[in-house]
């Protein structure tokens, strides 16, 4: 089961909170913190609390939100290179999504930071896909990760290894 930690404003698009406080999931990299990104069309911004890695997607439409996260966090994990057995098992344990509200406020933070950046980005380049801009917010320095590995996309790669898959 993935645990999805929603802002108040994308509950109120995607769907209520079904999951406790204390829920952490069954996916290896545990929950993901999510936010709406109003543009035209509206992107949906998740970050993975481990490791802050970004993952962009459509938001339309809103009600099919859950069904489409674990395709999308299968594709930003290959895109960063994860073996394809840790991408698999990640997409059986994301089977089932359950929304929450959010708890870390570090990462909400961080995901402050990453919307402020892929606008900037959007607005720069609005033909850039939403592949290439989640890559591109994984390089970007977080200072929750000053003291390992900077970015999350390093965090990422440490991660795996630690997990040695």
């Not at 089977?95 to 708890?103: D, E, F, M, R, S």
């Not at 961080?110 to 591109?136: C, G, N, Y």
């Not at 970007?140 to 898959?165: F, K, W």
Request: positive net charge; aromatic residues 4%; charged residues 20%.
């Amino acid at each position: 089961m993935l645990i999805v930690r929603a802002t108040k404003k994308l509950l109120r698009l995607a769907g209520p909170s079904t999951a406790r406080d204390d829920d952490r999931g069954t996916t290896l990299l545990g929950p993901w913190y999510a936010t709406v990104l109003f543009w035209r069309p509206r992107a949906a911004l998740l970050v993975n609390e481990a490791t802050l890695l970004p993952v962009l997607l459509p938001l339309a439409p809103a009600g099919t939100l859950t069904s489409r996260i674990a395709e999308q966090i299968s594709t930003a994990l290959t895109v960063h290179q994860a073996p394809a057995a840790f991408v698999d098992q990640e997409r059986q344990h994301m089977q089932t999504v359950q929304l929450g509200v959010t708890a870390n406020r570090s990462v909400v933070g961080v995901m402050t930071e990453f919307t402020r950046l892929a606008e900037i980005h959007h607005h720069d380049d609005p033909t850039v896909s939403l592949v290439e801009l989640m890559v591109r917010l994984a390089a970007t320095p977080c200072s929750p990760l000053y003291s390992r590995n900077v970015r999350p996309d390093r965090e990422l790669a440490a991660t795996l290894q630690a997990i040695s898959i």
